[in-house]
């Protein structure tokens, strides 16, 4: 029986299932149906139960633990490795090294990363280039999640890379998102809905600066933001400063996104940073809502549509797309089954894992 490792640099956590959890158990079962042995680690998030359900064979790293090492220990007891696949992980780390050294297997890499280049010195540009050549024999396949992860590869790694990447968009299960009909409290107000980690680099601020425009201009608006970070008191103090207090809420974590969507009239996607690919958008998209993205990172090619973006952090820009929409909201309604189309065509769970299982029964045939 072929024997497949599977390292997710990413904790688990019965609070937190989004679109990765649900690949990696539909990847699972789906290598399963095929005779292959799938053995998982992951870090320790705390408790599990959602994944034991799954019937996953999987270990943890201790969140206190170096998972590195404590990868390099794990593997060193599985006998007759055919396959190793590093998700969440640098390529240009020690691990292919650590892997091609140890087990002289097929080492294929998943790119989820964001980049941001802010701050970074030549120095730290110009290491990553030598690590380009030092690692290129190290690696057999890297998956890049759009083809802006693709292209930020060639430019930091080298040219040459190119013939070893592969595009596979994130998917999610079409059935978890159910559409209904929006409750209309009140349709001349107009619900804005973001969610996402609560760090400066998500861009929330610019959403409550467009909003400041927005009561300024007599446009009447709710705002809901969803998420918790470091940054949450100094946006929720930002929006006490500048908004009225009946035209915002800060909900917290939630695990009822659908709900917040159904209620919504647009989801903004305001990221400062460059996302790989943003799961948020693809879910807005499948749940028929108008979506305005800034023009940063993969998030103009998820959207597939430049009439809805905004420049990074410019809240003037944003609220001129959201004057536009109350103005002219059966356009937007076209515009919203547009991305709807996009998203069921390419950002499904299942088309996702077809593509992995190609490239992963690629590299096993070498």
């Not at 070893?164 to 209904?180: H, Q, S, T």
């Not at 609560?198 to 007599?218: D, R």
Request: contains cysteine.
């Amino acid at each position: 029986m072929i024997k497949i490792a599977i390292v997710c640099n990413y904790a688990l956590n019965p609070n937190r299932i989004g679109g990765m959890d649900y690949f990696y158990w539909e990847l699972d079962k789906q290598l399963k149906l095929r005779n292959y042995e799938i053995l998982w680690l992951f870090q320790n998030g705390g408790r599990q139960e959602h994944y034991q359900e799954k019937n996953l064979n999987f270990d943890l790293v201790d969140k206190n633990t170096d998972f590195t090492k404590s990868m390099v220990s794990w593997l060193k007891d599985i006998k007759d490795l055919d396959l190793f696949i590093g998700i969440f992980m640098d390529y240009q780390s020690t691990t292919p090294r650590n892997i091609k050294k140890q087990l002289q297997i097929p080492c294929l890499f998943v790119d989820q990363m964001s980049r941001s280049y802010y701050g970074k010195t030549w120095l730290y540009r110009f290491k990553r280039k030598i690590k380009g050549l030092l690692f290129y024999n190290k690696i057999d396949k890297i998956i890049a999640i759009s083809d802006f992860v693709k292209k930020s590869i060639i430019k930091e790694s080298g040219f040459f890379w190119k013939n070893k990447i592969e595009v596979v968009y994130n998917g999610l299960p079409l059935d978890n998102f159910k559409i209904e009909e929006k409750v209309k409290v009140n349709s001349e107000v107009l619900s804005i809905f973001c969610i996402g980690h609560l760090i400066p680099e998500k861009g929330f601020q610019t959403v409550i600066s467009a909003c400041k425009n927005l009561e300024e201009n007599n446009i009447p608006f709710y705002l809901t933001i969803a998420g918790d970070g470091v940054f949450k008191n100094e946006l929720i103090a930002q929006a006490m400063r500048e908004l009225s207090s009946d035209s915002f809420k800060f909900v917290g974590n939630i695990t009822n996104q659908s709900h917040f969507f159904n209620q919504t009239d647009i989801v903004i996607i305001p990221s400062l940073w460059k996302e790989g690919f943003g799961y948020t958008v693809a879910e807005a998209m499948l749940m028929r809502k108008v979506v305005f993205g800034s023009n940063i990172g993969a998030i103009p090619e998820v959207l597939g549509n430049e009439n809805i973006l905004f420049q990074a952090g410019n809240s003037s820009q944003l609220v001129e797309l959201i004057k536009d929409y109350y103005f002219n909201k059966e356009k937007y309604n076209f515009i919203a089954e547009e991305l709807y189309q996009r998203a069921i065509n390419n950002f499904s769970l299942n088309k996702m894992v077809e593509e992995y299982i190609k490239i992963i029964e690629n590299q096993l045939k070498k």
